[in-house]
């Protein structure tokens, strides 16, 4: 099993940014990764990260959004730039995706962060 909790949301203007962090405990997994959902949208899976360094990001945030991981921590990391009003969510930290990838599966979630962009 694997613990998530997540930080860092808040409220921010358009062109603004954001770094979100989650913490991790219990099992670790191979496959990190976090997924956003707005109100009546689908869910969207925003970034993966692997042990080993492999990092994906879906179109809509590729060259906004990074994702990183501190393994001696145990936590990983999303920084959020060029932030767009679409870019409002709550956004999940998630683990044990497979393959791994943004639009992976991941088993496991947080109970996640609010970030609201206003134009």
């Known amino acids: 099993q694997v613990q998530l909790v997540e930080s860092g949301g808040g409220s921010v203007q358009a062109g603004g940014s954001l770094r979100l962090s989650c913490a991790a405990s219990?099992?670790?997994?191979?496959?990190m990764g976090w997924i956003r959902q707005a109100p009546g949208k689908e869910r969207e899976g925003v970034a993966a990260?692997?042990?080993?360094?492999?990092?994906n990001y879906a179109a809509t945030v590729q060259g906004r959004f990074t994702i990183s991981q501190d393994k001696d921590k145990k936590t990983l990391y999303l920084q959020m730039n060029s932030l767009k009003p679409e870019d409002t969510a709550m956004y999940y930290c998630?683990?044990?995706?497979?393959?791994?990838?943004?639009?992976?599966?991941?088993?496991?979630w947080g109970q996640g962060t609010q970030v609201t962009v206003s134009s």
């Open positions: 990260i692997r042990t080993d360094g492999m990092t």
């Open positions: 998630a683990a044990g995706g497979f393959p791994c990838y943004s639009g992976s599966r991941f088993p496991y």
């Open positions: 219990g099992y670790t997994y191979s496959c």
